[in-house]
């Protein structure tokens, strides 16, 4: 058990489509972000959500929403994708940011998306 | 920019044999390093961490990494691998500055441990 929940495990959706990713840990801790894993390349960072508020967006593309409404709860809301961004999208949390050093990210199995 | 440079890609090795992945970072200033480990089928977890004091750090199932400033290196090691640890490992580091809110990942480097 890992404490971080990631739904669906797969997803595969038209370009035409919009679907959401979710994510809920039951840590208690304060931060949260997405991220994406391709093949080949660094786990990239999305998004980070500290308290509920968003604090980092690097450079993602529109068709990626992202959504904190608690702590505990973090969307990815999906419209308009392309083939490129069939990856695997990292859900993680940890007390406070990582910048401090002090915590560690825990992750979640990821949710396997599939863009045709 | 910064970056996170593991430049094996995929090692195989058999039972018993020592393991070393290697891992080295861009970054001038004080950084925390961090090995990940993804087993097949599960979520990513830390294997170990290195923020300051001895840079040698010893982890979770054996495994250790040193810590060698002149070198921008991290280097994971392990004297005897097991089947067991056939995973993917990630080199992670992080700028040890108020506000950094990023974590970079190195590509990683998948184990094949042969029985």
């Known amino acids: 058990e890992t404490g971080v929940t990631q739904t669906p495990r797969h997803l595969v959706m038209g370009m035409t489509n919009k679907k959401s990713l979710k994510c809920e840990q039951h840590l208690g801790h304060n931060a949260m972000y997405w991220y994406k894993q391709s093949a080949k390349k660094p786990l990239e960072l999305m998004f980070v959500y500290n308290f509920k508020e968003q604090t980092e967006n690097n450079s993602v593309p529109s068709r990626f929403s992202p959504e904190c409404p608690n702590s505990s709860h973090l969307f990815l809301h999906l419209h308009t994708l392309q083939p490129e961004d069939s990856a695997l999208y990292l859900c993680?949390?940890?007390?406070?940011?990582?910048?401090?050093?002090?915590?560690?990210?825990?992750f979640g199995n990821g949710t396997r998306l599939t863009v045709t | 920019a910064q970056s996170v440079s593991q430049h094996n890609h995929h090692v195989i090795l058999s039972e018993a044999a020592s393991l070393e992945l290697g891992c080295n970072y861009s970054?001038?200033?004080?950084?925390?390093l961090f090995w990940y480990v993804q087993y097949p089928g599960q979520h990513l977890q830390l294997l170990l961490k290195?923020?300051?004091?001895?840079?040698l750090v010893k982890g979770i199932k054996g495994f250790e990494a040193e810590f060698i400033k002149s070198k921008f290196s991290f280097n994971l090691r392990k004297p005897s691998v097991q089947w067991s640890d056939t995973a993917e490992y990630f080199c992670a580091v992080t700028p040890r500055r108020t506000g950094a809110n990023n974590l970079f990942f190195g590509t990683g480097t998948r184990l094949t441990v042969i029985p």
């Open positions: 290195y923020f300051s004091g001895d840079p």
């Open positions: 970054y001038g200033g004080t950084v925390n």
């Open positions: 993680a949390s940890s007390q406070e940011f990582t910048g401090t050093g002090n915590s560690p990210l825990h």
